[in-house]
């Protein structure tokens, strides 16, 4: 499963923050399972592979960077 935009030009949409914050409250998500939606919406995506790999790592360095700030 993953949590992904829905035709965002139709929306007038920009990001899927809130449609994660909305599924936070609603399923009672950890950061586990935040990360694996995060994760799932990447792999699962249309773009091209060489797409992904830039997203995937682009990803993966905001998400370390923001536990450990998380840890301070």
């Known amino acids: 499963m993953c949590i992904n935009s829905d035709d965002p030009g139709f929306w007038g949409s920009t990001g899927v923050s809130l449609d994660f914050a909305y599924a936070t409250i609603a399923w009672d998500l950890d950061l586990k399972e935040l990360k694996q939606f995060a994760i799932n919406a990447i792999k699962y995506s249309t773009l091209a592979e060489a797409d992904k790999e830039e ?13 450990l700030s998380m840890a301070k």
């Not at 997203?55 to 536990?67: A, P, T």
């Open 55 to 67: 997203v995937f790592n682009r990803f993966y360095d905001g998400w370390n960077e923001w536990i």
